[in-house]
């Protein structure tokens, strides 16, 4: 086709451009003709562009790699059930995260997660809260980890408008750039609601314990059995008193607990 369209266009004396790509023995030249009429000549150039073709094709393929781990690695980190969240810049003022993360925040999927963001996308509905006080925002742990620094087990709260509340630890790993720098960085956080509401319980059912021992008006001890290398009792140790205890023996438990009776 490429020569009829040579033919045609110098019968109409009509100048005319024809690339072509040629493989000759595993090597590959791309041809350029050029249709010169009026001049009554035509110009022809040949290069060999194997290596340059080679480049391509690696290019394509490396390019291939990368898009299939990036989806890989997206497709990841949407199964985890782990809030995880991505820092895109050193000033944290963009942060995206996966589906439990979204869940966790309680906003629509894809919503901008960071409290650093402009105001007009910044999440307004919850604050990070620690030993009482709203944390700064260079005390976050995300902000933190983005510029930088390592953060781990970095424990707060997230305190909600409705009023609940979800206890959780902070992780925090920087990106960085080619030259080292820091460029964002993975925010990953752990729910610990669950664990903290069952230490509150433990603690609520052993202070009501303690009360009650104490209030008794019958001595009471509790003792731990210390046995030898055969497994044989041998004594016993005292863990607790109550005050009745001490009113009775004239024992302090401040001088016995931890200590053997022999």
Not at 75 to 83: N, S, Y
Not at 237 to 250: D, H, I, K, Q, S
Request: charged fraction near 35%; include cysteine.
């Amino acid at each position: 086709s490429d020569l009829n369209d040579v033919l045609e266009a110098w019968d109409r004396k009509k100048p005319l451009t024809v690339d072509r790509e040629v493989r000759i023995a595993g090597r590959v030249f791309s041809t350029s003709t050029y249709l010169e009429p009026g001049l009554n000549a035509a110009r022809i150039y040949v290069f060999d562009s194997t290596e340059h073709k080679r480049i391509e094709e690696a290019l394509r393929e490396s390019e291939r790699r990368e898009y299939e781990r990036a989806e890989e690695l997206a497709t990841m980190l949407e199964a985890v059930p782990t809030p995880v969240i991505i820092v895109h810049d050193r000033d944290s003022t963009h942060m995206t995260g996966n589906h439990a993360a979204d869940e966790l925040l309680r906003q629509p999927r894809g919503s901008e997660s960071s409290l650093s963001a402009p105001p007009e996308v910044r999440p307004r509905h919850f604050r990070a809260i620690k030993d009482g006080r709203e944390l700064r925002l260079d005390e976050l742990p995300a902000q933190r980890a983005a510029r930088g620094e390592v953060v781990r087990d970095f424990e707060f709260s997230l305190v909600f408008d409705e009023g609940t509340t979800r206890s959780l630890l902070g992780y925090g790993t920087p990106l960085l750039d080619k030259q080292g720098r820091p460029r964002g960085a993975v925010h990953v956080l752990v729910d610990i609601t669950a664990r903290k509401l069952a230490e509150e319980a433990l603690r609520e059912r052993e202070q009501k314990y303690r009360t009650l021992i104490d209030r008794m008006i019958d001595g009471f001890a509790l003792h731990e059995i210390v046995i030898d290398t055969s497994g044989q009792p041998q004594d016993y140790r005292f863990l607790e008193v109550n005050n009745a205890f001490e009113r009775l023996t004239g024992l302090r438990g401040a001088d016995i607990i931890g200590k053997c009776v022999t």
